[in-house]
């Protein structure tokens, strides 16, 4: 690897608290752990030690990109973001993820990520530029919201600069603060913009000139240019209309246009409303619908999103969890306004999402202002997050009203897994496989795991609860015994009975989640099982492996990309073991709260049935049954052996410990 195809070839490392700024060889980590999450798990192991906190100096925030980054290869834009994340509770490290150009934009700029420790004595932001970096001052954009600073730092640096920056929920160290871009695109999910103000980093800028060496540009292009367009659905007349729900975006009766990422061969559903007249107070708003909502009509939603990206706030965790909640609270009595303003509730008791009461476009833009700035007990509590504030407010009588919506109450609400009515319409027994995720991951798995399952493989099934796919039984079957190895993945009949036809795809999604982070691409792209495309109807499930070998000149065949995919998996897991205690135990309270009827079926979880599936699962992943741990030997095949050392290791000196402790 002397000459890199795909990576610039260093790490951009940044220690605030001394003012050091230097850089690390990527090759360090390379192949094995691809870039990108991959990475960031192996420097997290290496320096994040257990009992360091998210606003603690000690946290390390990584802005990570990949050798895809900055290339034609569909979903080449992103962002990995990862670090001890103050929304999880409790805090743990986790990731999220940004879509748009910044990222293609640090790989011009010359470097494969960003690594930031420490914290500096005043606000500072970066200056990120063609092979080289500054911290300056930022006292004059403190205080400014994410659209003002993006504005100040382009006429400081060029009109063509990329910006990241936290707005005034991170400086105020909001749990539910984001990463946020000048183009609209965030960290959502994580609370990372509060890492940047506990850091504060108020931003950071790039310009890079360069562009990304590619090892053989013909297949390259060629690969990109005969990638399917065909979306994460199939291009075809359904026999039945699906059921409107989840996240679709609200109806256009507004000036819009159709966005994407800048590097995707096909088009998101988000949409891009512009220069609408507010629906509270004077002016008019601009503002992206991504893929949550708020439960208000458009034009106080369109005003409400341009608000929240200002701040960067969380706007999936207020539009989805604080307001539903909140509604839930008044009709147990426990508040009746905010901040004077009447809150509305539903007629019925609100069971799910959708139930939840329409509000108006004051009390959105107060609320908003409430969290980002925590203005009195309320809104100091909310900046928190939902399953923070229910233990502060009310005298606590809320948190229970927290289990419809919060798997585990650990922070993020249920998403793709029917027990909350966020993501799509999922139907039993296929519910099954998101919820073998969610009890294993360390966030939401829907941001880059689920959705390949659920949004692209279900679409193409005869029969997924009332929806009817392009293919027969006997079409679904053969690709999911190509893909999975397993044909009976795509049959509905086998719920509980074989648990393997659940915890395959489980797993599957799970890994490739990890090369898609890795690489770095988009999972509504990444990877496909199904095509009309082709007579059997088999997706390339290869192409991610032949762009990886076309950019970077390295071989690396699918199954030894799955496998980089399976060793990053067990790295995040190896993290979570050692330094915040995850456990089966904790793993089955995941699943114990996820046991309500679905919003799509009504069905409930049988958890003395899920137990075997998620022994099979622990089996199939080479994971300790009774632990939930992974093995040594499982590590040691992965090419972990100095993981596995220090992780029994350190379990043994605590039972040692613990064996040794007065009784």
């Given at each position: 690897?002397?000459?890199?195809?795909?990576?610039?070839?260093?790490?951009l490392r940044?220690d605030?608290?001394?003012?050091?700024?230097w850089s690390?060889?990527?090759?360090a980590?390379?192949p094995?752990?691809?870039?990108?999450?991959?990475?960031?798990?192996?420097?997290?192991?290496?320096?994040?030690?257990p009992?360091?906190g998210?606003?603690d100096?000690e946290?390390?925030?990584?802005?990570?990109?990949?050798?895809?980054?900055?290339?034609?290869a569909?979903?080449g834009?992103?962002?990995?973001v990862?670090?001890?994340?103050?929304?999880?509770?409790?805090?743990i490290f986790?990731?999220?993820?940004?879509?748009?150009h910044?990222?293609?934009?640090?790989k011009y700029a010359g470097?494969?990520?960003?690594?930031?420790?420490?914290?500096?004595?005043?606000?500072?932001?970066l200056?990120?530029?063609d092979?080289?970096?500054?911290i300056?001052?930022?006292?004059d954009?403190?205080?400014?919201?994410?659209?003002?600073?993006?504005q100040?730092?382009?006429?400081?640096?060029?009109?063509?600069?990329?910006?990241?920056?936290?707005?005034?929920?991170g400086?105020?160290l909001?749990?539910?603060?984001?990463i946020?871009?000048?183009?609209g695109?965030a960290?959502g999910?994580?609370?990372?913009?509060?890492v940047m103000?506990?850091?504060?980093?108020?931003a950071?800028?790039?310009?890079?000139?360069?562009?990304?060496?590619v090892?053989?540009?013909?297949r390259?292009?060629t690969l990109c240019l005969?990638?399917?367009r065909?979306?994460?659905?199939?291009?075809?007349?359904?026999?039945?209309?699906?059921?409107?729900?989840?996240?679709h975006?609200?109806?256009?009766?507004?000036?819009?246009?159709?966005?994407k990422c800048?590097?995707?061969i096909?088009?998101?559903?988000?949409?891009h409303?512009?220069?609408v007249?507010?629906?509270?107070?004077a002016g008019?708003?601009?503002?992206?619908?991504f893929?949550?909502?708020?439960?208000?009509?458009?034009?106080?939603q369109v005003q409400?999103?341009?608000?929240?990206?200002d701040?960067?706030?969380?706007?999936?965790?207020?539009?989805f969890?604080?307001?539903p909640?909140?509604?839930m609270?008044?009709?147990?009595?426990?508040?009746?306004a905010?901040?004077?303003?009447?809150?509305?509730?539903?007629?019925k008791?609100?069971?799910?999402r959708?139930d939840?009461?329409?509000?108006?476009?004051?009390?959105?833009?107060?609320?908003?202002r409430?969290?980002?700035f925590?203005?009195g007990e309320l809104?100091?509590?909310?900046a928190?997050?939902a399953c923070y504030?229910a233990?502060?407010?009310f005298?606590?009588a809320?948190?229970?009203?927290?289990?419809?919506i919060y798997p585990?109450r650990?922070?993020?609400?249920?998403?793709?897994?029917a027990?909350?009515?966020?993501?799509?319409n999922?139907?039993?027994?296929?519910?099954?496989?998101?919820?073998?995720?969610?009890?294993?991951?360390?966030?939401?798995?829907a941001?880059?795991s689920?959705?390949?399952y659920a949004?692209?493989?279900?679409?193409?099934?005869?029969?997924?609860?009332?929806n009817r796919?392009?293919?027969t039984?006997?079409?679904a079957?053969?690709?999911?015994?190509?893909?999975?190895?397993?044909?009976?993945v795509a049959?509905?009949t086998?719920?509980y009975?074989?648990p393997?036809t659940k915890?395959?795809?489980?797993?599957?999604h799970?890994?490739?989640?990890?090369?898609?982070e890795?690489?770095l691409?988009c999972d509504?792209?990444?990877?496909?099982?199904?095509?009309?495309?082709t007579e059997?109807h088999v997706?390339?499930t290869?192409?991610?492996a032949k762009?990886?070998?076309?950019?970077?000149?390295?071989?690396?065949?699918?199954?030894?990309l799955?496998r980089?995919?399976?060793?990053?998996?067990?790295?995040?897991r190896?993290?979570?073991?050692?330094?915040?205690g995850r456990?089966?135990?904790?793993?089955?309270?995941?699943?114990r709260?996820?046991?309500h009827?679905?919003f799509?079926?009504g069905?409930?979880?049988?958890?003395?049935q899920?137990?075997?599936m998620l022994?099979?699962?622990?089996e199939?992943r080479?994971?300790?049954p009774?632990?939930?741990?992974?093995?040594?030997?499982?590590?040691q095949a992965?090419?972990?052996g100095?993981?596995?050392n220090e992780?029994?290791r350190?379990?043994q000196?605590?039972a040692?410990?613990?064996?040794?402790?007065?009784i």
């Open positions: 690897m002397s000459e890199l195809g795909g990576w610039t070839g260093r790490l940044i605030l608290s001394t003012g050091r700024i690390e060889d990527t090759r980590y390379l094995e752990y691809i870039g990108g999450l991959g990475i960031a798990a192996r420097i997290a192991w290496n320096e994040l030690r009992g360091v998210p606003f100096p946290n390390l925030l990584f802005l990570m990109v990949g050798p895809l980054t900055g290339t034609l569909s979903g834009g992103r962002v990995v990862a670090g001890i994340a103050p929304q999880q509770k409790p805090s986790s990731r999220s993820g940004i879509g748009g910044w990222g293609a934009e640090l470097f494969d990520g960003i690594v930031v420790q420490g914290r500096a004595d005043a606000p500072v932001y200056w990120v530029h092979g080289e970096a500054e300056r001052p930022a006292d954009l403190w205080g400014h919201g994410t659209l003002a600073v993006t100040m730092l382009r006429v400081r640096h060029g009109a063509k600069t990329r910006v990241v920056s936290c707005g005034q929920a400086e105020n909001c749990r539910i603060a984001c946020q871009t000048e183009t695109n960290a999910q994580g609370g990372y913009g509060a103000g506990s850091k504060q980093l108020k950071v800028a790039v310009r890079g000139t360069g562009g990304v060496r090892a053989d540009p013909q390259m292009l005969q990638a399917s065909e979306g994460q659905r199939p291009n075809w007349p359904p026999l039945n209309p699906r059921p409107v729900g989840g996240n975006a609200p109806q256009a009766t507004l000036p819009f246009r159709q966005r800048g590097f995707c096909t088009q998101c559903g988000n949409r409303y512009m220069g007249p507010a629906a509270f107070g008019s708003y601009t503002g992206d619908h893929c949550y909502s708020y439960p208000a009509e458009l034009r106080a409400g999103y341009s608000i929240t990206a701040y960067g706030l969380n706007g999936w965790e207020i539009g969890g604080i307001i909640w909140l509604q609270c008044k009709q147990h009595g426990l508040l009746e905010i901040d004077g303003i009447p809150l509305p509730v539903p007629d008791p609100l069971a799910y959708a939840t009461a329409p509000v108006s476009g004051e009390l959105l833009a107060r609320l908003l409430l969290i980002a925590r203005e809104g100091d509590a909310l928190d997050g504030a233990e502060r407010l005298g606590g809320g948190a229970p009203l927290l289990d419809r585990r650990a922070g993020q609400t249920s998403h793709w897994n027990h909350w009515g966020t993501g799509g999922i139907y039993f027994p296929f519910w099954l496989v998101p919820i073998l995720q969610w009890c294993v991951d360390t966030r939401d798995p941001s880059d689920t959705h390949g949004t692209h493989m279900l679409s193409y099934l005869p029969i997924h609860g009332p796919g392009p293919l039984m006997e079409e079957k053969a690709v999911c015994a190509r893909v999975y190895g397993e044909p009976d049959d509905p086998f719920t009975n074989k393997e915890a395959i795809p489980a797993i599957w799970h890994d490739r989640a990890m090369v898609v890795s690489l691409l509504k792209e990444h990877s496909r099982v199904f095509t009309m495309l059997d997706a390339d290869a192409l991610m762009l990886f070998q076309a950019c970077t000149g390295v071989e690396m065949d699918e199954k030894t799955d980089a995919g399976e060793r990053i998996f067990n790295l995040l190896a993290i979570d073991v050692r330094n915040h456990t089966r135990a904790i793993d089955k309270y995941t699943a709260t996820l046991t009827p679905a799509t079926d069905v409930s979880l049988d958890l003395e899920f137990w075997p022994d099979k699962y622990y199939l080479g994971w300790d009774a632990t939930g741990w992974p093995t040594r030997e499982r590590l992965l090419g972990l100095d993981v596995a992780l029994y350190t379990h000196e605590a040692s410990r613990k064996q040794m402790a007065p």
